[in-house]
């Protein structure tokens, strides 16, 4: 099932690129926000698995992606990607979804259940929660800046193969097809980032305290997807989590890094169940 693509104008008139996978409308749509400088594509292979029955919607935030890149960073900062999201959900008529966050898109379902309540009807985090270990960002954030401006697509799949945490990719296939979502060919003919590497910069802010965005998911269901050896959600964060809401799932993932696919047979396996209890 291929993709719709859609350029949404924000508030502001910046233009956002969106992807709709369009399969069925029957259900509650899933609302897909990758990670800080991931975009829409991440979500393929999961609205090929869910999208028969829902709407399954992604989108590139600014300056990653198809998205419009601009000269003021702060325009890429959170608070502006969430007011995105909301503009993406306005001109796109969703008025209830599921959210599906992995890691910085994570942090984003948290602050949509704070800033509209009424539209987030539950929550998956991917490997992600209201306290970022800072060994984890920091190597977030060294990866960010980095423009490799590598000479071809094995290039892209060794250097990812090198510095990116255990993933469940078993195929050089897999590989390929990362490093497809990850790097694009310029016009010097070399392969760069799909995101503006400034973005970098704005990791080096402190860290508010998250815990109230958690809290305010207080009324959804919520499922966490954990990759046991990651560097980003640490185990004792999970332990404060699950103490915080005992009936949240938890679906922890041996030996994977930040952050789960998805389609990891237990995780695959508890989003199925997870969202069969919303119509």
Known sequence: MGALTHRVSATDGLSLMVREWAGGDSR?????????????????AFAARHGSKRRVISLDYAGRGGSTRVRDITRYGPEACL??????CAALHIPHAIAIGTSFGGLLSMGLAAARPGLIRGVVLNDIGPEVAP????????????????????????????????????????????????????????????????????????????WPLFGAMAAVPVLLAWG????????????????????????????????????????????????????
């Open 28 to 44: 509650m749509p899933l609302l897909c926000l990758p990670g800080l400088v991931r975009t829409s594509g991440d979500f393929a």
């Open 135 to 210: 060994t984890g960002a920091a190597i977030i954030r060294d990866f960010v800046a980095t423009d490799p401006a590598l000479a071809n697509e094995q290039d892209c799949v060794d250097w990812l193969r090198a510095r990116l945490p255990p993933l469940s990719l078993a195929t050089d296939e897999d590989w390929f097809g990362m490093a497809a979502l990850t790097y694009t060919k310029g016009d010097d003919g070399r392969f760069h980032p799909l995101w503006d590497t400034r973005i970098a910069k704005l990791l080096d802010a402190p860290t508010p305290d998250l």
């Open 228 to 279: 046991e050896v990651s560097t980003v959600l640490r185990p004792e964060t999970v332990a404060r989590m699950r103490a915080a809401r005992p009936d949240m799932t938890v679906v922890p993932v041996p030996g994977i890094g930040h952050a789960p696919t998805l389609a990891e047979p237990e995780v695959a396996a508890a989003l199925d169940r997870f969202l069969a209890e919303f119509p």
């Open 83 to 88: 007011r995105d999201v909301l503009d993406v």
